[in-house]
Structures are given as C-alpha cells and as structure tokens.
C-alpha cells in the first residue's frame, strides 16, 4: 500500500514535469504591415510580388510570417480600415511587427486625397503602432519607404520621399525604434545597376509578354518577383547588420558556392 | 401537324447542332504535364532564389488548366523513366492532356550516372511521345534550354549541341511540335550580355542570400527572372504554333478600361 502511494506520487510529479517540457516552444510572429509593395499578391497578378512574400522564405521553424500589408494603404487608411486593431489584440510578447509605409501618405491631393496623410499625422499613426506594439511586450521595427525607381538627367537615383523618411528616423530616434533604411539602401542598388538594369527589378512587361498583362506594363514602384526578392535580401541582411534577435531565426544554408562544371 | 417535314428538319438540325457542339467546346478540364530536370522544376524552399522555369509557367492558364511539374533535380530521360516518373504521368493521361518534355542537361554528361547515349536518348523520347499518343494526348519537343556561357569575344555559346539535334530530329520525323529552347534562350541570353546575363541565373554575391552564404555562381540554374522569361518564351510558341492549349491562356482584363 505504502508502495502503491509512492508509485502514483511519482507518476504525478513525472507528468506535471512533462507538461513544461512538453509544449513546445511558442513561435514568433512577425507581423508586416505596409502598402503594395510589401504585400502579398494573387497567382492571377503575377510577376508582381511585394517583398514581404520572398521575405517569409528565409525564415526557420521558430517565426511565422503574418503579411497584412494591403496595396494602396496609407497608415491612415490602414488604421480607418481596422486593419491595425485586430493585430494589436493579437500580439503576444517576443512577436514582432515590421511596419513600411509612405508612398500612400505621401499621395498628394486632390488626386490621392483618399490615402493623403500629411507627415504629422504620418508619425503620429506610426507612433501609434510604436506604443501598442510595446503595449504587448512586442517589438517594432520601422522600417523606410522602399525608393521608387527614377533617375535625373545625369543618371543619378532620385529621392521620392524626403520627408516621410525623415520623420521616419525622427520617431526612430526619438522611441529608440530601430530603423531599416530601405529607402536608401534600395536606391543606392537601383544605382549601382544603372537606369536601364533597374528597370529588370520592377514591373516592366511588353505587351503580350505575361497573358496577366495583355497591355505591358511600365511601372516603376511595382516590383517584380526578382526585385521583390532582391529587396527582401536588403531587409534581412540589415536585420543582421543591426543585430535585432529576430536575425537569429533567419535560415542559415549550407548550399555550396560551385559552380556547375559543365558551363565553364 | 401542319409541318411534319420541317419538325424532322428541325429535330435533325437540333441532333447535329449538339453533335458540332461537342466538337467544339473544350472538355472541361486538361492537365499539363512538364517532364523535365532541374531547369524546369519546382524547388525546395531551401534552395530559393533558384527556380525552374515550370513554376512560373503555371501562372499563363486558366482554371480549365492544371499544370503538373514533375519535373525533377538530375534527371535524364533514363533515370525519369527507371523511377517511375514517366509512368506517373503516362498511367494519368487523358485525352487532350499535353506533355511537355525537356531534357538532355543530364544525358548529355559521359561522367554522370544519368549519362544516356544518343541512341537511347532518341528512343527514349520516341517512348515518350508514343505513349502520349497512344492516350489522345498531344506531346511537345523542348530542346534544352541553354547554360550560359560565352566565348572571349561575348558571343553565346552552345552547350547541348548533340542533344539539341536529337530532339529537333525526332521531332521533325514523329512530326511533333517544337520548341527550341535551347536556340531561343541562346538568344535571350546573348540579348542580355556577358554581364547583365548574370541576372538571368543564379547569381548571389556572398552574404547576399541566407540559402547560399558563401554566394553562387551557377550558369545552369535560373533566377525567378530568368526562369520567368524563359517560361514566357514557351507560351509564345503555344501560341505562335497555335496548340489548343493557348484557348486556355488565362484572359486578363488588367489595364483594359
């Protein structure tokens, strides 16, 4: 009897232990919230793609890529819409929330009058987004417009968003937010490729091209499958550049750098 | 019963309007097939950016239209066959499925254990568009598509010229449509330049990619660019042949007011 006591005492003791070595480990989330170019795209409109979609890849089993960003939102409409809210509520601590916005903000009335949100109101929706994300012991990254595509007479990339990404970095200073440069760091590689290759980024299509776009399409803020990766590179290695923990999750391939005998 | 002619008349009329008709609308649904390598298939996740020009390919139809890419990493027309690939799609067909067949890069390799001789590549492919026909399916002829590569003066160079010949021949005395992937990527290729190529393929600096941390410098293996444009150079020649599958061509209104 006095055995019987002291089996069943164990038993317990070994199945409260297994339930907190059991669970597994809760994953990251990594919300992304932002415009077009950013967000995910149906098969029915491809080539393009936002960078968040190749972004997701590079990730191991431990985060989870949330992509709400919402092509042609402004962080006003963003928030007008309840788009934001449902995040918030659903945040947990360790989560993340990467938020790109601007080229809707920054749309000038009368024509974008229904997105326009002028760079006061710009960072107080950012800041907004700021606290309720620390709210919940989450963490967020704020990351610039990504640059449009655009070069002057002398072939020198073109700054489209001055002022939003200035206030971008002022509320980075200010909230000790990180800040991923995209702005820059992606016009200084549309640079380097030249006014002609940039445009191999973006959603340049002849017409009769892609049966999605029997017109073509010259678009130079839309970017394809390629760019779109090419940008989310930018942001993930930045992500490791400025040490932020989530960079820990990132993959770590092990494919070899050779090259296929057979071509050379 | 004023008009008992003209009722039969009718009545005939009707019989043969349904019997036109179920000529002329297309059976509900195809499966394309891609039979393939590397080149063409669908890829792990680990091994983003590189892409084979059949993923790409799947976004052109409409929803009368499932691709199937059983295309796969290594493969010759030998190794597609011993596995049981070829069989997983010819045991599937229906009539007016489409097979779209693309190999050599890994026949065409002495030192590989995929290596097919040229007499067994020709019989191989014969096998495969045979046995297409046999099931009211309609085969197309790929050469491979081109690697890149250029002589010291930045003229493109052919890598499959043995092969190519295979399969223009066989097409040709099979009368099989063709597709001359491998001359038409030559092209694109040597449009694009020595350099700018690069883009076309995948090409990734060290520390540009967390698949490939020490870089890569493939000339085999496409970008999602490269294998975009090439995948776009197999529809224009669906449509430029005038195979029925381009009445599947997925219609878009984007950008039509």
Known sequence: MKDKKYLCAMLCGVLLLMSFTLSPPRKIKVYLIGDSTMCLYPTKQFPINGW??????????????????????????FLAENRWQPIADSLNAGDYVLMQFGHNDEGPPPQYADRYTP??????????????????????????????RGFDKDGKAKETHIPYTKAVFEIGAEYKVPVIDLDKMSRDYYQQLGPDRSKLLFMELDSAEHPNYPLGRHDNT??????????????LNDLKAQHIPLADHIVKGTNAPTVNPQAK | MKYPFFKLKLSV???FAVLFMSFWIPPGHVTVYLAGDSTMSDKAVKAYPETGWGIPFHAFFDSTVTVKNIAKNGRSTKSFIAEGLWSSISDNLNAGDYVLIQFGHNDEVPTKA???????????????????????AIPVLITPVARRKFDSEG?????????????????????????????????LIQKFGVDDSKMLFNYLAPGENPNYPDGKSDDTHFSELGARKVAEMVLADIKSMKLDLTNRIVISHFGIK
């Open chain 2, 13 to 15: 009329f009707c019989l």
């Open chain 1, 52 to 77: 968040g979609m190749p972004f997701a890849n590079y990730f191991d089993e431990g985060v989870t890529i949330d992509n709400r960003a919402k092509g042609g939102r402004s962080t006003r409409t």
């Open chain 2, 114 to 136: 995929t290596y097919t001789p040229e007499a067994d590549y020709t019989a191989n492919l014969v096998k495969f568009v045979t046995e297409t026909r046999s099931k009211g």
């Open chain 1, 119 to 148: 760079v006061p109101d710009y960072k107080v929706n950012l800041i907004k987004f700021i606290t309720e994300t620390r709210a919940k012991n989450a963490i967020p990254i704020l990351i610039t417009p990504v640059s449009r």
């Open chain 1, 222 to 235: 839309h970017f394809n499958e390629y760019g779109a990766r090419k940008m989310a590179q930018i942001v």
């Open chain 2, 155 to 187: 003229k493109v160079q052919g890598t499959h010229n043995v092969y190519s010949a295979l399969v223009r021949k066989v097409a040709a005395e099979q009368n099989v449509p063709l597709i001359d992937l491998d001359m038409e990527a030559q092209a």
